[in-house]
Nanobody
Framework: QVQLVESGGGLVQAGESLRLSCAAS????????MGWFRQAPGKEREFVGA????????YYADSVKGRFTISRDIAKSTMYLQMNSLKPEDTAVYYC??????????????WGQGNQVTVSS
């Protein structure tokens, strides 16, 4: 089993930055990829970005490409999401996930508790 705990988030103004963290515990050796998803009120959960755990290859949704950066610290079993140039449309609950990978929620079987990010204009 793998457990994920998120931290960070909060309220910022447009143009500012935030960093989210996602710490994994348990059977971390089984993780192939970790990713970030977000869900705004009334909308489906959508892919933000992901990283292959061993190699470190990252990929992102077009809406955040060039603004968000995913990194990971293997020794700490922790993934980070650095969010720069935030926009009001980035407002959502952000979830980290672990599993096989990809851009679909179906590719992940373990989820963090969610973390609210609010960007004011």
């Amino acid at each position: 089993q793998v457990q994920l705990v998120e931290s960070g988030g909060g309220l910022v103004q447009a143009g500012e930055s935030l960093r989210l963290s996602c710490a994994a515990s348990g059977r971390t050796f089984s993780i192939a990829a970790m990713g970030w998803f977000r869900q705004a009120p009334g909308k489906e959960r959508e892919f933000v970005g992901a990283v292959s755990w061993r190699i470190g290859i990252t990929y992102y949704a077009d809406s955040v490409k060039g603004r968000f950066t995913i990194s990971r610290d293997i020794a700490k079993s922790t993934m980070y999401l650095q969010m720069n140039s935030l926009k009001p449309e980035d407002t959502a609950v952000y979830y980290c996930a672990a599993g096989g990978g990809g851009k679909s929620v179906a590719g992940y079987d373990t989820w963090g508790q969610g973390n609210q990010v609010t960007v004011s204009s």
